[in-house]
T-cell receptor
Framework: ETGVTQTPRHLVMGMTNKKSLKCEQHLGHNAMYWYKQSAKKPLELMFVYNFKEQTENNSVPSRFSPECPNSSHLFLHLHTLQPEDSALYLC??????????????FGEGSWLTVV | AQTVTQSQPEMSVQEAETVTLSCTYDTSESDYYLFWYKQPPSRQMILVIRQEAYKQQNATENRFSVNFQKAAKSFSLKISDSQLGDAAMYFCAYRRRNYGQNFVFGPGTRLSVLP
């Protein structure tokens, strides 16, 4: 069992669809992240939220829309995606402060295929 | 900006042997954390070991140990008595102290363990 839970684990969507990825953390953290992992590319940070406030957006296209209603939940809303957006999307969480070395914990990822 | 480099895209090791994975990083900061994460085929990233830059002693965690060379900005991971379950992608990561959000990951090294 993981402290960071992502659903769905697999998603296939057409380019005109609208879908959402969900992430929930049970670790009492206050920072949450979305990363994109695709073949032959380094892990790409997409968004960071601290205490529900977005603190980083790494030039992510607007077809990806994050939402963080509270410190435990994070969503990634997807619409009009492109086939090159097919990837593993990883959610992660950590403490915002420097406590305990501030390790980042990851979920199992959501495999997204855009057809 | 900080960068993390892993110069070995792929490595292999014989079961029960020892292997060392390389990582170098670039930073102008003096106080930071370094991490090694493992991503097995299940895709969930798991923390292997963590090093605090202000500690000169190399971190160890059972069969995993690091060689931290601060002046050279080098942070290699040694896996002793390699097991089949060690086969995974290994990511080196950096985080500046007192800057909770900013985890920078390397491109990863794929480790194969040969029986």
């Amino acid at each position: 069992e993981t402290g960071v839970t992502q659903t769905p684990r697999h998603l296939v969507m057409g380019m005109t669809n609208k879908k959402s990825l969900k992430c929930e953390q049970h670790l009492g953290h206050n920072a949450m992240y979305w990363y994109k992992q695709s073949a032959k590319k380094p892990l790409e940070l997409m968004f960071v939220y601290n205490f529900k406030e977005q603190t980083e957006n790494n030039s992510v296209p607007s077809r990806f829309s994050p939402e963080c209603p509270n410190s435990s939940h994070l969503f990634l809303h997807l619409h009009t995606l492109q086939p090159e957006d097919s990837a593993l999307y990883l959610c992660a969480s950590s403490h915002y402060s420097d406590s305990s070395g501030n390790t980042i914990y990851f979920g199992e990822g959501s495999w997204l295929t855009v057809v | 900006a900080q960068t993390v480099t892993q110069s070995q895209p792929e490595m292999s090791v014989q079961e029960a042997e020892t292997v060392t994975l390389s990582c170098t990083y670039d930073t102008s900061e003096s106080d930071y954390y370094l991490f090694w994460y493992k991503q097995p085929p299940s895709r969930q990233m798991i923390l292997v070991i963590r090093q605090e830059a202000y500690k000169q002693q190399n971190a160890t965690e059972n069969r995993f140990s690091v060689n931290f060379q601060k002046a050279a900005k080098s942070f290699s991971l040694k896996i002793s008595d390699s097991q089949l379950g060690d086969a995974a992608m290994y990511f080196c990561a950096y985080r500046r102290r007192n800057y909770g959000q900013n985890f920078v990951f390397g491109p990863g090294t794929r480790l194969s363990v040969l029986p």
